[in-house]
């Protein structure tokens, strides 16, 4: 069996293991620049044994962000990024940082710029209709996405994950539901996945074979009408003939219609209702339950799914989701996955990956309470952590 605790290789660099810090947005960048909170979020991901840290999240645009206190990738942006991996690799674990476009999960009012759909929406963050970019800003968004790439490579990345997941702008390109153009973006599966395809070509050709190359990519949204497995079997395939990337992280659910799904666990509706300003708190509460769907909380509770993709695929596959064991580990590596990608237990205990090296019998101290979500907004941390850093 693929030992856990040994390097691997991903594309062209060698992880320390086969564990990688999730992209979990960190809410430490209120400048949207590298702070020295943020840097130290990840310094301790990294010394607590991780293979990869994933920086969470990247903008490829200022209207490419949730709201305006992401990062987004620009030249000003490098010289913090550039400490952050420093630390990080200082600490002994190669870092990745996660690029995209929000899309239709962009809070234009936030940003002061308009979210972008692949089709006619309204815009409940914005409070206002999405627009729709023509086939010459679509061009943009291909260009900016090599463009953000090539500042992750400046600043010191070892790796790329471009998010095609969870119904931002890419992923909304794939929905069924979200996607109703009637041009070459549109329509077929093969058009829906078009923009998927040319984004991992013109990241792969902006950092060639320096650094890895990972998408995040749903297998489906859970939302009646959304993006369904046997279409999404069908885009990692295309993808893995492209020959672009070097992992797929296999993800599900939708940020715009149903995260609980690629979460699993208590859906905290009163924190988040709490957190929330007005009038996007008042009516939280009207659709709040719809919104964060009950889920029942098991270990590795997206591998049915993932299961299939192994089947169908050659190309190297990391496993997200209810990952909290060296048991569960020993599974995903036993079904053929080549990694496997924590959130939620490193909040936890972000020295867990030693912890379980140390004495393989270790159980994760995560109750999957969900309580971390809402606290994305004031510095992402777990609430039940005794020692975890303040607020911002």
């Given at each position: 069996?693929?030992?856990?605790?040994?390097?691997?290789?991903?594309?062209?660099?060698?992880?320390?293991?086969?564990?990688?810090?999730?992209?979990?947005?960190?809410?430490?960048?209120?400048?949207?620049?590298?702070?020295?909170?943020?840097?130290?979020?990840?310094?301790?991901?990294?010394?607590?044994?991780?293979?990869?840290?994933?920086?969470?999240?990247?903008?490829?645009?200022?209207?490419?962000?949730?709201?305006?206190?992401?990062?987004?990738?620009?030249?000003?942006?490098?010289?913090?990024?550039?400490?952050?991996?420093?630390?990080?690799?200082?600490?002994?674990?190669?870092?990745?940082?996660?690029?995209?476009?929000?899309?239709?999960?962009?809070?234009?009012?936030?940003?002061?710029?308009?979210?972008l759909a692949p089709?006619?929406?309204?815009?409940p963050l914005g409070?206002?209709?999405?627009?729709?970019?023509?086939?010459?800003?679509?061009?943009?968004?291909?260009?900016?996405?090599?463009?953000?790439?090539?500042?992750a490579e400046e600043?010191?990345?070892?790796?790329?994950?471009?998010?095609?997941?969870?119904?931002?702008?890419?992923?909304?390109?794939?929905?069924?539901?979200?996607?109703?153009?009637?041009?070459?973006?549109?329509?077929?599966?093969?058009?829906?996945?078009?923009?998927?395809?040319?984004?991992?070509?013109?990241?792969?050709?902006?950092?060639?074979?320096?650094?890895?190359?990972?998408?995040?990519?749903?297998?489906?949204?859970?939302?009646?009408?959304?993006?369904?497995?046997?279409?999404?079997?069908?885009?990692?395939?295309?993808?893995?003939?492209?020959?672009?990337?070097?992992?797929?992280?296999?993800?599900?659910?939708?940020?715009?219609?149903?995260?609980?799904?690629?979460?699993?666990?208590?859906?905290?509706?009163?924190?988040?209702?709490?957190?929330?300003?007005?009038?996007?708190?008042?009516?939280?509460?009207?659709?709040?339950?719809?919104?964060?769907?009950?889920?029942?909380?098991?270990?590795?509770?997206?591998?049915?799914?993932?299961?299939?993709?192994?089947?169908?695929?050659?190309?190297?596959?990391?496993?997200?989701?209810?990952?909290?064991?060296?048991?569960?580990?020993?599974?995903?590596?036993?079904?053929?996955?080549?990694?496997?990608?924590?959130?939620?237990?490193?909040?936890?205990?972000?020295?867990?990956?030693?912890?379980?090296?140390?004495?393989?019998?270790?159980?994760?101290?995560?109750?999957?309470?969900?309580?971390?979500?809402?606290?994305?907004?004031?510095?992402?941390?777990?609430?039940?952590?005794?020692?975890?850093?303040?607020?911002?």
């Amino acid at each position: 069996m693929t030992e856990i605790f040994a390097p691997a290789r991903l594309g062209p660099i060698t992880l320390r293991n086969r564990v990688i810090k999730a992209a979990t947005f960190e809410g430490r960048t209120p400048d949207a620049l590298v702070t020295d909170e943020l840097i130290a979020f990840h310094r301790e991901m990294a010394a607590g044994g991780v293979g990869l840290t994933t920086v969470a999240y990247c903008a490829t645009a200022p209207g490419g962000r949730t709201d305006r206190h992401q990062i987004w990738m620009r030249p000003e942006a490098v010289p913090g990024l550039r400490r952050l991996t420093d630390a990080v690799h200082a600490a002994g674990a190669l870092a990745s940082a996660q690029i995209g476009h929000a899309g239709p999960v962009a809070n234009a009012a936030s940003n002061r710029a308009p979210a972008l759909a692949p089709s006619r929406l309204f815009s409940p963050l914005g409070m206002r209709p999405m627009h729709v970019p023509d086939d010459t800003e679509i061009r943009g968004i291909i260009a900016e996405h090599a463009t953000a790439a090539r500042i992750a490579e400046e600043a010191g990345f070892d790796a790329i994950e471009i998010h095609f997941g969870h119904n931002y702008l890419v992923s909304s390109f794939l929905s069924p539901l979200l996607n109703r153009r009637k041009d070459g973006y549109g329509g077929s599966l093969v058009n829906r996945a078009r923009l998927a395809r040319e984004i991992a070509r013109a990241v792969r050709d902006a950092v060639g074979d320096r650094l890895a190359v990972i998408a995040k990519l749903n297998m489906e949204d859970g939302v009646r009408a959304g993006l369904r497995l046997p279409e999404s079997l069908r885009v990692a395939a295309w993808l893995e003939q492209d020959g672009a990337l070097d992992a797929l992280e296999l993800t599900a659910g939708s940020s715009l219609l149903n995260p609980m799904l690629y979460f699993h666990g208590d859906a905290p509706r009163h924190e988040f209702a709490q957190v929330l300003p007005p009038p996007a708190r008042w009516g939280f509460r009207l659709i709040g339950r719809g919104f964060l769907r009950e889920y029942p909380y098991r270990e590795a509770y997206l591998l049915d799914r993932a299961r299939q993709f192994r089947r169908e695929l050659t190309m190297p596959l990391i496993l997200l989701g209810g990952i909290t064991n060296h048991d569960t580990m020993r599974l995903a590596m036993a079904e053929g996955f080549d990694f496997v990608a924590l959130g939620r237990a490193l909040l936890r205990e972000p020295d867990l990956v030693r912890r379980i090296e140390a004495d393989r019998t270790r159980r994760s101290a995560c109750i999957h309470c969900n309580q971390c979500m809402p606290t994305i907004y004031s510095g992402t941390r777990c609430v039940l952590r005794l020692d975890s850093p303040a607020a911002l």
